[in-house]
């Protein structure tokens, strides 16, 4: 079956504007994640969804990042007023369930840049 | 403060070798440890997990072992194959807020043919 998929692969934006980032979850998964990862570094948790709430979003570095998943399914993380530093692979993983075995399925990443 | 802490930062293997790679925890809550593999351009990848009520978990050539008082466990790759090179993670999470886990900064290894 198919995985999870984040599109775009790859964004390049200017300093100052808006992206949508968007990820599409394993069928049936009700759990889905957002992670930061910088150059050099792990995952940096930045939000997790149970069904369509926002569960934690304690990782949000700022009010310029916010996240969605209004049917319980795609998810689209949005950042405003874009800064260089914003410049990482955004990562997107499900599970089954937020059990603490459930395991975690990545995509491959949006792979922002930030000129 | 980075609550888990990984090392080495890279290491180079010969075929056939072991591989080790340790974590260290601070917070106590933690109780699901979890390894995951990545190759490039690729998301990480389940290996491997361990829950503190155990000392050591194997599948394969992987196994955890994991000492609670010292708050720190490992990842040994047996039979090292040039395959495994591929950066590894360990990550922490607690059963209180499962879907948020904490990871390390990552070990590339290079195992040499």
């Known amino acids: 079956g198919a995985g999870v998929s984040q599109t775009p692969s790859n964004k390049v934006t200017e300093k100052g504007k808006y992206v949508e980032l968007r990820c599409d979850p394993i069928?049936?998964?009700?759990?889905l994640y957002w992670y930061r990862q910088s150059l050099g570094q792990g995952p940096e948790f930045l939000i997790y969804?149970?069904?369509?709430?926002?569960?934690?979003d304690s990782g949000l570095p700022n009010d310029r990042f916010f996240a969605v998943r209004p049917e319980g399914s795609v998810s689209t993380l949005k950042i405003q007023r874009t800064e260089r530093g914003d410049s990482a692979v955004y990562l997107c993983?499900?599970?089954?369930?937020?059990?603490?075995?459930?395991?975690?399925?990545f995509g491959p990443g949006t792979r922002l840049t930030v000129l | 403060q980075q609550q888990v802490k990984q090392s080495p930062q890279s290491l180079i293997v010969q075929k056939g070798g072991i591989s080790i790679i340790n974590c260290a925890y601070e917070?106590?809550?933690?109780?699901?440890f979890p390894w995951y593999q990545q190759f490039p351009g690729k998301g990480p990848a389940l290996l491997i997990a361990?829950?503190?009520?155990?000392s050591e978990k194997k599948e394969g050539r992987f196994t955890i072992s994991f000492n609670k008082s010292a708050k720190q466990f490992s990842l040994h790759i047996m039979d090292s194959q040039p395959g495994d090179s591929a950066t590894y993670f360990c990550?922490?999470?607690?059963?209180?807020?499962?879907?948020?886990?904490?990871f390390g900064d990552g070990t590339t290894l290079t195992v040499k043919p």
């Open positions: 993983a499900s599970s089954p369930s937020t059990h603490i075995t459930s395991e975690q399925f």
């Open positions: 069928s049936g998964h009700t759990a």
């Open positions: 969804f149970q069904g369509t709430g926002a569960a934690d």
């Open positions: 917070n106590t809550a933690f109780d699901y």
């Open positions: 361990i829950r503190p009520d155990v």
């Open positions: 990550a922490a999470s607690k059963a209180t807020n499962a879907g948020k886990s904490t």
